[in-house]
């Protein structure tokens, strides 16, 4: 069985962010860390690989440093990465974004795609179904949980108030949930073998099927009009009061607002 | 296709066991607005099994024209028959704006059918308008009319918004508990459309072998006009009582922080923030909360937030409208006690 696994490589948010002029992001002037729910993906495919032997591909999109985050998966156990990184493949919305790493899996072969649910810099959540829409195969988003049986995937897909148990033939692609899968963490031997690695590198000629209207910023459907820092409305006014004039100072302002 | 033949404001009317997500009337009060600046209507499109009979109710909260897309196939939800009635849906009768719920069927269903039709999907916004893009061009290099729409991204850090210019239906994902309902007219009857969709099962059918709701009684968050909302700093699942006093006694829902979730002290679907839910009710009691910005983006649109920490320092201050600095074990009591008091007298 093979496997094939996205994952990319985010900016730790933590730490603020950093706009280019045109107002897409300076990707490169912040920290990095691997997209948590892609992490939880990957571990969602270890866990197959320990029970079916699997062979697991990840595949990553962005600058050549996102190199980094397929060395990460390596040290985890993935058997292969492959590393899709062109100019022309910039500025990407998720038509663009999905449209490409499409056109790259379908250099590989596989059985089942995982993907996380979203990125925590976009929080778009549409690039993994829509990689599933441009390669016609069934897409369970939002798993929880996921098996492999015979030719099917089982997933315990989570929705507001209840969870669906589904099932799809494979080919499939499921999107995974980092609240409920906990990684791995690398191992020594792993990381060790990590750097060894050969990493398959694609520019934009190396993916096949792909109109060049459908990629990099010129390619991507939505625009950005603008980008900003959030404009938070101001703070009020703070009290440090004993507890009991605070109680007194908590009811007028409810009386006041006839809240009460 | 020239993009000028796509007409009309669409919203997705989510339905679930029979019973219409309060996103689904908040959609078409949003589409209201935006079908007044470009002078066309709003049409919900309500797809589902047995479900004709909620047409009226979209009727009632401004739905002009109520598309029912109904079969059994259509029963629970599953993405492919629901991509397959929307994408019907759409290239039949070319609206140009479709408004989806971003809820966890609408981040779904809005992706898959937007890469189906070919058209930009603007994820999870918190505000749409009609403007020109690009938004500093001189007039004559504007396209008009285009929906603007914004969204918070990077953790709630930056707010961007995005226009879909050159592809058609503009398409949004909308955060549930942002956009307002209109004030219902009892009286309005569902001009209703019915549209048969092409669902031939594929290889993208799956098959449902289970579905488990959740159990307990369902609070719903989103909907209370007053939150008693606890963080890290309530200290335990017990000390929540206090909370939940207060809440008593000023009819109020308790809600938490991601770390009273994460610490396992209360379920979930009482979670506000970025990975929780947004709330606005009238009145927000931030307790023991310290004000991550991923909290802070779910509830800074309530209408008064009073915040009880004992850190002076907490960024919950800084967008409170009243701040106290205290200790809510002392705090609560005393404040559920006098509010008792005033409501005996009343």
């Excluded at chain 1, 591909?57 to 990460?72: H, K, N, Q, S």
């Excluded at chain 2, 009060?29 to 470009?38: M, P």
């Excluded at chain 2, 914004?150 to 918004?161: E, H, K």
Aim: hydrophobic fraction near 40%; charge should be negative; charged fraction near 25%.
């Amino acid at each position: 069985m093979k496997i094939v696994v996205c994952v990319k490589q985010v900016p730790d948010t933590k730490n603020g962010v950093v706009f280019n002029p045109d107002g897409t992001l300076n990707r490169g002037a912040m920290d990095k860390v691997m997209n948590p729910d892609d992490k939880a993906g990957l571990e969602v495919a270890l866990q197959i690989k320990e029970k079916t032997g699997a062979e697991i591909t990840v595949v990553t999109m962005g600058i050549p440093d996102a190199d980094a985050v397929l060395r990460e998966a390596f040290a985890m156990g993935a058997d292969k990465g492959v590393l899709i990184t062109d100019r022309v493949l910039g500025g990407a919305d998720t038509w663009a974004t999905s449209s490409t790493i499409a056109a790259g899996i379908r250099n590989l072969d596989y059985d089942l795609i995982i993907t996380g649910r979203q990125a925590i810099d976009g929080d778009t959540a549409q690039v993994g179904p829509q990689i599933g829409e441009h390669l016609g195969i069934p897409v369970i988003s939002y798993a929880a949980d996921v098996q492999v049986e015979g030719d099917s995937v089982i997933v315990q897909r989570q929705y507001d108030d209840r969870t669906h148990k589904l099932k799809a033939k494979m080919p499939a692609l499921v999107t995974c949930l980092a609240e409920e899968i906990t990684p791995r963490y690398m191992t020594p031997g792993g990381i060790f073998d990590a750097f060894d690695k050969e990493v398959t590198v694609w520019g934009r000629n190396d993916l096949k099927d792909l109109d060049d209207g459908d990629i990099g910023l010129a390619g991507s459907p939505t625009k950005i009009a603008k980008a900003s820092d959030k404009v938070r409305k101001g703070a009020g006014e703070t009290v440090n009061l004993d507890p009991t004039e605070s109680v007194k100072y908590i009811m007028d302002k409810l009386n006041e607002k006839h809240v009460i | 296709m020239s993009l000028e033949e796509y007409k009309g404001v669409f919203t997705f009317a989510q339905q679930v066991d029979h019973k219409l997500e309060g996103v689904a009337l908040e959609l078409i009060g949003k589409g209201k607005e935006l079908a007044k600046d470009l002078g066309t209507d709003v049409t919900a499109v309500l797809i589902g099994s047995d479900v004709k009979d909620l047409a009226d109710t979209l009727a009632q909260y401004g739905a002009d024209h109520v598309i029912v897309v109904d079969d059994p196939k259509l029963k629970d939800y599953r993405t492919e028959p629901y991509a397959q009635a929307l994408t019907g849906v759409i290239n039949e009768f070319k609206p140009e704006i479709m408004l989806v719920g971003a809820t966890a069927i609408g981040r779904d269903l809005g992706p898959t059918v937007s890469a189906r039709v070919k058209t930009g999907l603007t994820a999870d916004c918190t505000s749409l308008e009609i403007g020109n893009f690009p938004l500093n061009a001189p007039e004559d290099k504007q396209k008009k009319n285009q929906l603007l729409m914004t969204r918070p991204a990077f953790g709630g850090n930056t707010i961007a918004t995005i226009a879909c210019p050159d592809n058609r239906p503009q398409m949004a994902t909308v955060r549930p508990g942002v956009m307002v309902k209109c004030e219902p007219n009892k009286s309005a009857k569902a001009d209703i459309i019915e549209y048969k969709a092409d669902l031939t099962e594929n290889n993208k059918y799956v098959e449902i072998l289970d579905i488990v709701k959740e159990v307990g009684k369902k609070v719903d968050i989103m909907e209370a006009k007053i939150l008693v909302s606890g963080g890290r700093g309530v200290g335990s699942a017990e000390n929540f009582k206090l909370l939940e006093d207060l809440a008593d006694a000023i009819g109020g829902t308790v809600s938490c922080s991601r770390a009273v979730v994460d610490n396992g002290w209360l379920p979930k679907d009482l979670q506000v923030g970025q990975t929780g839910k947004t709330v606005r009710p009238n009145v927000y009691f931030a307790i023991g909360i310290s004000g991550a910005i991923q909290h802070v983006a779910g509830m800074e649109e309530s209408d008064i937030i009073i915040a009880i920490n004992k850190d002076e320092s907490a960024p919950i201050f800084e967008v409170a409208d009243y701040g106290i600095v205290g200790d809510l074990n002392k705090i609560l009591p005393a404040l559920t006690e006098a509010i008792k008091a005033q409501k005996a007298e009343a």
